[in-house]
């Protein structure tokens, strides 16, 4: 990053780098996987460069670890992968969840299931991002689908990860990975960066999961002279054992209420063509720039079609789904795989007539397939 915008042209894995490093991010350990490679192969060059540290290590498994470590000593970090890489963190990913530590893990999603289509798209790794390693547990999960998005998308992950210490889901795929655009990149004054609050009082004062009006605790650097116990197991707020149950309650209730604390920020969408709609598509990743290109095209045949575009998958923006639903007769819902998201728009859905589209036979799904499908409705 520079002290003046720059204009590039850059792949979207390339954004995600880029984006990374300007939110802070100075560690990165990660095994190659198609198709987030590229994610890897540019951080192994720069991150060096700005005093950073890159390691790849033997396993998704251990690339999870090591970013979990690299966050407890106080460096921003970031791991990269794709579906089957993805299965492989959940274990670890539960547990920087149940221990409050801050990272942001990207999925770059590819056919599927097991090795699947590797060069092939996908949306496949939805519901994996929001329930896929074990328990109740908060998690923030947010989808790409431009190489601008890409570098914007990562730094507030980065921002919202250090802010509600919690692991931060990035949904690419590989239709947006490998596309390359002519992007502005912001200077470095113009970018918001938030940084992890520390401790305010001395070290024999401190309790690390301590409850506040945010429900997020101060983090200490492990090394700074504060204790800090950590641990899988659920704890009460000095960071041990515990299984009585008003401490276990009182843990759990609080890992959600700072995200919903929070809600009126990480709640993210985009509306298109939407005030005067009466037939909405709500799509996500690269699937919306297809269904916005398609409501364009449904528009100047006399359909009064619109663009609900979710950046935010989870926490689920209903706050911003039910008025679609209210004001539209008919909803259409495109996806790469079997119905994720349109699951989702039916569960909080009472008025609208709910429509899906899912490919997963590893092909895209195309303006000319959306823009039929409004004419139909």
Known sequence: MTEQSTRQVLQGNEAIVEG??????????????TPASEIAELMSLRLPAVGGTFIQMEDEIASMGAVIGASLAGVKSLTATSGPGFSLMQENLGYACVTEVPCVIVSVMRGGPSTGLPTSPAQGDVMQARWGTH???????LSVSSVSDCFD????????????????IILSDEIVAHTREAVTLPSVQKIEVFERIRPSVPPEWYIPYEDNSRGVPAMAVMGDGYRHHVTGLIHDTKGFPTDRSEEVNAFQRRQFRKITNGF???????????????????????????????????????????????ITLFPFPKKDVDPVLRQCRSVLVPEMNMGQISREVKRVNLTSKVVAINRVDGQFITPTEIYNKLLSM
């Open 153 to 168: 998308i990562t730094v507030q992950a980065f921002n919202f990860s250090e802010k509600y210490r919690v692991p931060v």
């Open 135 to 141: 328990g109740d547990h908060p998690i923030i999960v």
């Open 264 to 310: 009126y920020e990480i709640l993210m969408t985009k509306s298109f063509m939407m005030e005067d709609a009466e037939i909405a598509v709500i799509a996500y990743g690269s699937v919306s720039r297809s269904a916005q290109h398609a409501i364009i095209a449904a528009r100047e045949k006399g359909v009064k079609a619109g663009l609900l575009h979710l």
């Open 20 to 33: 990374a490093l300007a939110a802070g991010c100075r560690f990165f350990a990660g095994y190659p996987i």
